[in-house]
């Protein structure tokens, strides 16, 4: 699979990949965005076995997790993917990208070509993403593509010093997406 856009990029990964995914997904300012900060960081091993079962995953029509590469020079910058329910036609999103690539622009890129294959591939209805409280940049890259804010499970989660943070849950439309899908995306080929 592998989505074009005019920055970067959106590729499976191959096991060859894990070195490098293992270094973004364990950075110290990625892992509390994704609420792992108190998780034991992840190893070569797990990342490798993580990169084999995509394929799998794939097929069962279940999920697709896939790399943000940078055009200009191949560099994989973070990952993206999605879970998604055939039934209730819907995707939950997530996306990590490394500190040293913040604020280009990859993300809006990559969540704007998510959220074309979601609609457009996939016939989704709803796309579903979460963003802590504390994730100002998640939350106003969010509101910028047009999601909209749900609601805030107040507390729903427990730090490392003992206290509690919330957690924004956010969604968009197949019909909110409609007006808002650029051309960004020159080749799409997801997989159903
Ligand atoms: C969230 C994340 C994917 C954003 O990727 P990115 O490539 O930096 O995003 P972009 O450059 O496309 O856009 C970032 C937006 O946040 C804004 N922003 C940057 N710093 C900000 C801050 N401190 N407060 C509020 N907004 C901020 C930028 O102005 C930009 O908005 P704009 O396009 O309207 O100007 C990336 O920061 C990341 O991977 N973070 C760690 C993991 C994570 O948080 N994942 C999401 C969990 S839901």
Known sequence: MKLVGDKVYLQSPK?????????IINDQKVRPMLGIKNQPKRNLQDERKWIRRQATRRRLKEAFNLLIIEKETDKIVGMCGLHYDKYHKKADIGISIAPKFWNKKYGREAITMLLCCCFKKLELDLVIAQAYDFNDR????????????????RKCCLKKDGSRCSLNHFSITKEEHKSKCSDIVKEA????
């Open 189 to 192: 080929e997801c997989q159903q």
């Open 138 to 153: 998640s939350k106003s890259l969010l509101d910028a593509l047009g999601f909209n804010h749900d609601a805030t499970l």
């Open 15 to 23: 096991v060859a990949d894990a070195e490098r995914i293992l270094v």
